[in-house]
């Protein structure tokens, strides 16, 4: 049981980092991106290639995924995304699915559709069990140390909208970007450094998370669902309220996949649907968000 | 004059509280058959929120409506059309897809009860054509009626606002700032309309412009910051010395600042 | 003085071309047999990508999930032709009732919330009955499909033949009943009340539409008309997969209206014509990279901005002056 709420929790953690760049996407630029996958794949292929053709250790994967797709996101925001702020919500999916579409068919054309694998470091193999019988707590390495860095990294998050400058102007621009350009804040710069940083975090997640959601072309489709679950319940006002939903749903997957096994990811779709119809503003959000 | 018998829209101890802000506190209304009733206000005092309230876009925390005696206070906002309370906006909200002339035939459609008809053609009544056409005509909309919505000039789109309300054939009507915005020039068109507008059917006017005020109203309510200040006839509320503190510096001038402020 | 009520009326008359397209569709079978298949095909998802333009383009309702009530039609019909009885037209209108209801239900998630509520709820939807599909597969063939569908004769008389030259007819003829019916819908007053709650929701109900009651309604006729055209799918081809359900059938259908034009019927058809073609050009050249090419088409498209570049009436000064049909 208790195994069952840790998996739960390192699931749900990896799913918030992956997804919190989403949540600050469209909440900031307003702009649905469901392409935001492949920032993940992206990463997770290329810390396979970096550890397989390049002898470069896991942990050192994890920072160079985060800076690399961090820096393509940069470049496509500036690029392509930039033109796309201002068009209706539809066009926006569309021209992300295409996206989407594109990065798909090009990692199956130049590395095959075969399931990718990360060959973990001796350290982080292994599990702890505390406690016996039906209360046991099974710890995975692995994923005690996704906890650990997710954890980190949220703090950090946390630290960074709420202490700096950078984290004040950032708010202010969710808030109101006219208001925001109108103090002198470089709402087109913020709009960069977020998209790239959440890409990048997206890349970080991917790195990390290659382990436990496997890899391989169709990942960025596979799992759109979730990242867009963790947004929509979560809200895209506030950190807090995607890790939550994130949480909630790491949880409840790996719990529905172990007691009701033949439904499967039929109790997630089910749920999100629920508590969609009841808060269409997502559970989380505050009076006021989006 | 006077009497519960004449009043054909009564709001009693409204109040909308939206988190910790109260923007309606504790307001009565009372609309006479056949009146010219102003609620005037600085901006923010809770006008549009009140109209928001009567047709049920907003539902009150606590307070009472009824219209022609019914209790509307829980009724869903397109059945009070149905019963002939009818509101324009302050911003336009028109279908900019549309035509002017389609949008009044759908108005008039509906109106007719033709709303769910699925398989004549929308025009297919000549009475809806016609009726439709009358409109188009009253509100010199004619030789735009053809064109699609979103490219007519602001004051033909603020006619076609007013136009559409009229359509619904409304027994009880909610003007919100009817000319706000509009130009000097196109506001004689639309001033000469509200006048003319019959004289069974109970006018609700929300109006900063103090010369259309005091021109058209029989009968004025005060809101400020979402309270009732007071009520009256014109003379009443001209002479009234809290009323006058209230617009120090508003003055009876027209005020276009107001055009594009939502008072909430 | 104008005349108000001929306007009104010209937008809903026929156009000489329109008699054209149809009698050259219907005459396509005959003239050019070994393409007849394709014909059948392209004559279903058009009738797909109709239903769709529905709440999308009519109503402005985002669904990313239309495939739900197609696959779900599909397997509808192939049930019933191997469990019940195989004739096509009573399996087809078991289908289009039961669809229709699915999406009289499923209405109900799409009444509240912003459009990306909309999207993920119709999304989910979609997904939901893809695991149920896949789970239940005692009943559905799971992974493998619904297999060894044989159907009777249409109405009777008209046996399938090995070319789908009746496929075809079958599939157009449906297509045309329920063109026909979506026609008179979309130029009526309730056609209007609907791209009147897409344009303003909030002046609609002011002026005594009730918009809830129009989208629950709109919902189920277009999933009703969707799931015809999934049960066409089964009953032509004699087979159900999963792949009905699957998030490319709804992709590609938003793909379909954005080429064709979303709120006109025709663009659904043409979005149909020019997807099939071009998936069965495309597919020769590059078999597996299929997906690469419409990721590039959309992203394509959606940055040079689909108004302006897929709506060839408003390319001389559309003020009014075309009219669509």
Redesign the interface.
Known sequence: MLTILFDGIAYGMLLFVLAVGLAVTLGLMNFINLAHGAFAMAGGYLTVFAMQKLGIPFLLCLPLAFIVVGAVGALLERTLYRPMYAKPHLDQVLFSIGLAFMAVAAVDFFVGSSQQNIQLPEWLRGRTEIGDGALMLGMGHYRLFIIAICALLTVVLQLILSKTSFGARLRAAVDDPRVAAGLGINVNVVFLLTFAVGSGLAGLGGALGAEILGLDPTFPLKYMIYFLIVVSVGGTSSITGPLLAALLLGIADVAGKYFIPKMGAFTVYLLMILILMWRPQGLFTRKGGR | MTGAKDSVLSASGLVMRF?GITATNNVSLELRRGARHALIGPNGAGKTTLINLL?G?LTPTAGTIVLEGEDITRL????R??RGM??T?QIN???????P???L???V???AG???????????S?QV??R??QL?EHFRL?DV????TR?LAYGKRRLLEIA?AL??EPRVLLLDEPVAGVPAGEREELLETVAALPADVSVLLIEHDMDLVFSFADRMTVLVNGTLLTEGNPDEIANDPRVKEVYLGHGAVESEAQGGAANV | MMDFQSTLLAKARWRPWEFVVWLAAFALPLLWPSRALMVNEIAIVALFAMSLDLILGYTGIVSLGHAAFFGFGAYVAALFAKLVMPDPTVGLVVAIVLSGLLGAVASVTILRGTDLTRLMVTLGTALLLLELANKLDWLTGGADGLQGVTMGPVLGFFDFDLYGRVAAWYSLAVMLLLFLFMRRLVHSPFGATLKAVRDNRLRAMAIGIPVMSRLSVIYTVAAAIAGAAGALLAQTTGFASLDVLAFDRSADLVVMLVIGGVGWLYGGIVGAIIFKVLQDTLSTVTPQYWMFWIGLILVLLMLIGRDRLFKPWTWFGGAGKAVKP
Do not use: Y
Request: aromatic share 8%.
């Open positions: 988190g047709t876009v869903a906002p397109h059945r059309v149905a009818v509101r906006f909200q028109l279908f900019d897809s549309m035509t002339l389609e949008t035939a759908l108005v459609s509906q109106q033709l709303g769910a008809q699925w398989w004549k053609p929308l025009g297919a000549s054509a016609e439709a056409g188009l004619g009626a053809r064109q699609q490219h559409i359509a619904c």
